[in-house]
C-alpha cells in the first residue's frame, strides 16, 4: 500500500498544472505549489507530498505549513515534514466529516476542502485455493498456469446513486522456520600430560521468520472491474488491465457488487502455499509453522477521484508513451491555489485468516529434508 501511494503522489506531482489541461511543456510550470496526498478515513497516519513543480522533477518541500480543519475546528498544524516532503498527519476524520487541507509556503497557499464519502455497511471477503489456474500475464504478455488464491468479495452498493470505488487488498504472510546450523570452534584437552587444541563442530539452532514472497491480485474475472483506456483527448479507445482496481455502479446500482480477483503467494522454499499438498518432507524439530492473512477492503471515492485513477491506469499501461499526443491529456487537479490532488476515501476492511499458525503434520510426510 505505501508503495503504491508513493508512486500516484510523484505522478501526480510530475503531470499536474494549475489548469486541467497537462501543459506537456514543463518548464513552463516550475515553481508551481504542489500538493498531494490519499488521505483515509479511521486513519491517524495519513501522508501529504508538498513539493514546487520543475524541470525534471518536482523539488520536495520540507519547510510548508499544513493545517488540517475537520468539520470548520482547526484539527492540527504542522511546520516541518518528516521525510523529503511527506507530511505525516494524524487527525482523525469519519464518512460525512467535512476536512480541508491547507498548505502555505512562501507567500502561496492552496487547499482542498471536501466531505468524505459514505462507505459501504459492509464489506464480506472468502480466500480459497484454486489448482492449476490459468491466466495471462499482462507483465511477460503471455499465458500462464500457476496455483492461485482466490479472492471473493462482496459488498452493497452505497446507493443507487453514480458511486465509485476502488478495490483494496493487503497481504500480512510469513511463516517461522527452524534452522541449525553448524561451525567451528577452538577446544582443548590434555593428553600424555600435555595440552592439546583442537577444532571441533557445534551445532545451534535459531528461529527466524521470512516473509512471503506477495504478489499483487493477477487476474480479474468480474465485469465491474473493467477499465477503459483514454486516448488524448480523453475518448475510449479500448480495454486495458486495471492497475488501480477501480470501478464504478453502473453494472450493480443499488444492489449487491460480486468481485473475484486471483493472486499468487509465495512462502518461500518455491511453495505457492503452505506444503499440506506438495509432498515434501522436513526433519521432525525443523517443521516451520505458516501465518496468511488476506485484507480485503473495498474504498469510496468521489468522481474526481475515479477519472484521476482511470487516467493513471492508461499512464501505467505505457499507451501514453506509444502513442503520438496530438492534444492535451486532461489530468483533472482538485486542490485551489495551486496544483495536485488531495484525495479524501473512506474504507471498509475486512480481515480473513486464512494460516493463523499452521504446521504441517510431520505424519505426512510433508516436511522438506536439508
Known amino acids: 500500500m505505501k508503495r503504491f501511494c508513493y508512486i500516484i503522489l510523484l505522478?501526480?506531482?510530475?503531470?499536474?498544472?494549475?489548469?486541467?489541461?497537462?501543459?506537456?511543456?514543463?518548464?513552463?510550470?516550475?515553481?508551481?505549489?504542489?500538493?498531494?496526498?490519499?488521505l483515509?478515513?479511521?486513519c491517524d497516519s495519513n501522508l501529504l507530498y508538498v513539493s514546487q513543480t520543475g524541470v525534471v522533477s518536482p523539488k520536495e518541500i520540507s519547510d510548508a505549513l499544513v493545517r488540517v480543519y475537520v468539520n470548520g475546528k482547526l484539527s492540527e498544524e504542522i511546520t516541518h515534514s518528516y521525510s523529503k516532503g511527506f507530511y505525516k498527519l494524524t487527525s482523525i476524520f469519519h464518512s460525512g466529516d467535512r476536512v480541508k487541507v491547507e498548505v502555505e509556503y512562501k507567500g502561496k497557499t492552496l487547499y482542498r476542502?471536501?466531505?468524505?464519502?459514505?462507505?459501504?455497511?459492509?464489506?464480506?471477503?472468502?480466500?480459497?485455493?484454486?489448482?492449476?489456474?490459468?491466466?495471462?500475464?499482462?507483465?511477460?504478455?503471455?499465458?500462464?498456469?500457476h496455483d492461485m488464491f482466490r479472492i471473493d468479495v462482496n459488498f452493497p452498493d452505497?446507493?443507487?446513486?453514480?458511486?465509485?470505488?476502488?478495490?483494496?487488498?493487503?497481504?500480512?504472510?510469513?511463516?517461522?522456520?527452524?534452522?541449525?546450523?553448524?561451525?567451528?570452534?577452538?577446544?582443548?584437552?590434555?593428553?600424555?600430560?600435555?595440552?592439546?587444541?583442537?577444532?571441533?563442530?557445534e551445532f545451534y539452532s535459531e528461529k527466524t521468520v521470512e516473509r512471503c514472497n506477495?504478489?499483487?491480485?493477477?487476474?480479474?474475472?468480474?465485469p465491474p472491474l473493467t477499465d477503459e483506456e483514454m486516448s488524448a483527448e480523453n475518448e475510449i479507445t479500448s480495454s486495458l488491465y486495471n492497475h488501480y482496481m477501480t470501478f464504478n455502479n453502473s453494472r450493480f446500482r443499488g444492489s449487491d457488487?460480486?468481485?473475484?480477483?486471483?493472486?499468487?503467494?509465495?512462502?518461500?522454499?518455491?511453495?505457492?502455499?503452505?506444503?499440506?499438498?506438495?509432498?515434501?518432507?522436513?526433519?521432525?524439530?525443523?517443521?516451520?509453522?505458516?501465518?496468511?492473512?488476506?485484507?480485503?477492503?473495498?474504498?469510496?471515492?468521489?468522481?474526481?477521484?475515479y477519472y484521476l485513477l482511470k487516467?493513471?491506469?492508461?499512464?501505467?499501461?505505457?499507451?501514453?508513451?506509444?502513442?503520438?499526443?496530438?492534444?492535451?491529456?486532461?489530468?483533472?487537479?482538485?486542490?485551489?491555489?495551486?496544483?495536485?490532488?488531495?484525495?479524501?476515501?473512506a474504507r471498509k476492511v475486512t480481515k480473513v485468516v486464512v494460516y493463523d499458525h499452521y504446521k504441517p503434520s510431520a505424519e505426512k510426510s510433508y516436511i522438506l529434508v536439508k
Open 11 to 38: 505522478i501526480v506531482s510530475l503531470l499536474s498544472s494549475c489548469t486541467e489541461d497537462i501543459d506537456l511543456e514543463v518548464e513552463n510550470t516550475v515553481g508551481t505549489l504542489c500538493a498531494s496526498g490519499f
Open 40 to 42: 483515509y478515513s479511521d
Open 113 to 145: 476542502e471536501s466531505v468524505l464519502p459514505e462507505m459501504p455497511k459492509e464489506v464480506n471477503a472468502s480466500v480459497t485455493l484454486v489448482k492449476n489456474k490459468t491466466y495471462y500475464n499482462t507483465e511477460q504478455e503471455e499465458y500462464e498456469t
Open 158 to 201: 452505497i446507493s443507487s446513486d453514480d458511486n465509485y470505488y476502488r478495490l483494496y487488498t493487503f497481504v500480512d504472510g510469513y511463516y517461522t522456520d527452524i534452522k541449525t546450523e553448524s561451525r567451528y570452534v577452538k577446544d582443548s584437552a590434555v593428553i600424555d600430560g600435555r595440552m592439546v587444541y583442537f577444532d571441533k563442530t
Open 214 to 222: 506477495i504478489y499483487q491480485p493477477y487476474i480479474k474475472e468480474c
Open 257 to 305: 457488487c460480486n468481485l473475484t480477483v486471483y493472486q499468487r503467494l509465495n512462502f518461500g522454499y518455491g511453495n505457492e502455499y503452505p506444503p499440506e499438498t506438495c509432498g515434501l518432507t522436513y526433519d521432525d524439530e525443523e517443521v516451520p509453522e505458516y501465518n496468511y492473512i488476506q485484507y480485503v477492503g473495498i474504498e469510496s471515492v468521489d468522481f474526481d477521484t
Open 311 to 345: 487516467t493513471l491506469n492508461g499512464f501505467e499501461s505505457g499507451s501514453f508513451e506509444s502513442k503520438e499526443l496530438t492534444g492535451s491529456v486532461k489530468m483533472r487537479r482538485n486542490v485551489t491555489g495551486g496544483s495536485g490532488n488531495i484525495v479524501f476515501i
